[in-house]
């Protein structure tokens, strides 16, 4: 069902270019424009209502903890609000999601005095900008530093958090949490590293179970995959070797045709890094049986899949941070990121590779789709021309 969130004001500044091979850069992020900075390095997917494209940087902003913005399909950006730092929360990392016409997301830090920065907030947001915190972390049982966005599943949010809990290190191994729209927030579940650990991706409704996965922890230390009711019956549904399988799932999973797709970020090819490979493309059935789809060689191909995956017509699509066809990037010529699109048999194909300047550079979200054009941002690049030279962009790619 569509969103009642209107558009944004579509007379704001817009650095958009002309396509190049089907690839556009809509935005780069400057951070002193607009008489206001327009924030920096946006690590999240994007969220699409009304022709309107809605995120987050981590950084930037009026107050340097990040923003909440939107941009339209023609590269026209607004600064919706501007993080204080404090109680408000501060530096988001997550994408949003709309729940009856308001925006709904994490940050890890700000919030409640816990940690020197605080322990992270679930707030809304109005496109007007009026901002609510809806629950602050406190950094014990409750869980802290939600990295991942939510989820609604019947008007009830469900996240996850890396840390707190009390499940295994005196900082905790990360839980898994639901809050209502008027900020009662429920444990559901405790990790305590045996059941996985660290959990920095979302999670998925499939039929009324959720899936997600965890970036360390299980059998080996090397992540799992894991499903919990919403009553908070955990299930450890694979553990990743940290060999050829994959190590470290980040991303959120995706679910096609009752079949979860996803990435690990590390593991894979053990040619590659050190032996610390990769990353890959697995596939895994909602009883754990998992499938290595694809393996990342750290050349033209990409490396390190840090986003989840989105399905198109039966053809996945995403993003590495590294590798691709330009040195640029980081020492040893580690790559500044790809665009990929893969089938789900395992035939991998570049759509662009990152330059690194006025082109973005290393990618963190995943892609969303929006009438046939796959949209996403970049964390770094776009080489603004005052003020933040690599405060990262927004772009268009065709499929």
């Known amino acids: 069902m569509q969103s009642s969130i209107p558009p944004p004001n579509a007379t704001q500044r817009s650095t958009a270019l002309a396509p190049q091979s089907g690839y556009r850069v809509l935005y780069r992020f400057q951070d002193n424009a607009q008489g206001g900075l327009d924030g920096a390095n946006p690590f999240a997917r994007l969220f699409s209502t009304n022709d309107a494209l809605y995120g987050t940087t981590y950084n930037g902003g009026a ?10 399909t ?19 990392e997550a994408g949003l999601i709309a729940v009856t016409g308001l925006l709904y997301g ?45 989820i609604n599943v019947n008007g009830i949010l469900y996240g996850t958090t890396v840390t707190g809990g009390r499940g295994c290190d005196p900082s905790g191994c990360g839980t898994i949490f639901s809050v209502t729209t008027t900020g009662a927030e ?17 999670l998925i409704d499939v039929n009324g179970v959720l899936y997600g996965a965890t970036a360390g922890g299980g059998a080996h230390g090397r992540g799992t995959i894991f499903s919990v009711t919403t009553s908070g019956t955990q299930t450890v549904l694979h553990s990743f070797a940290g060999g050829s399988d994959g190590w470290g799932p980040l991303s959120s999973l995706i679910d096609i045709r009752g079949t979860l797709y996803g990435t690990t970020v590390d593991g894979g090819s053990a040619d590659c890094y050190n032996n610390y490979g990769c990353g890959t493309v697995f596939s895994a059935t909602t009883r754990g049986t998992e499938k290595v789809l694809y393996r990342f060689r750290a050349g033209r191909d990409g490396a390190n899949p840090i986003a989840s995956l989105i399905d198109v017509n039966g053809m996945v699509y995403g993003t590495t941070e590294n590798g691709g066809s330009n040195s640029y990037c980081r020492e040893p010529n580690n790559g500044c990121g790809t665009v990929f699109s893969l089938t789900t048999s395992g035939s991998e194909k570049v759509l662009h590779s990152f330059a690194g300047n006025s082109d973005g550079a290393l990618p963190f979200a995943s892609l969303i789709i929006v009438r046939d054009r796959l949209y996403g941002t970049t ?21």
């Open 63 to 72: 107050h340097g903890a990040g923003t909440v913005f939107s941009v339209t």
């Open 74 to 92: 023609g590269g026209a950006e607004k600064v919706l609000y501007a993080f204080r730092g404090g109680r408000d929360g501060a530096n988001p």
């Open 106 to 150: 994490t940050t890890p830090a700000g919030g409640a005095t816990c940690y020197p920065n605080g322990c992270g907030t679930v707030f809304s947001v109005t496109t007007a900008g009026t901002e609510k915190v809806l629950y602050r972390f406190r950094g014990g049982s409750d869980g802290a530093d939600p990295f991942a966005g939510l």
């Open 186 to 202: 429920k444990v559901l579940h405790v990790f305590n590293g045996a059941d996985g650990e660290s959990p920095q991706a979302g």
């Open 379 to 399: 964390q770094q690049g776009g080489g603004g021309s005052t003020g933040c030279d690599s405060c990262g962009t927004v772009f268009a790619i065709s499929p």
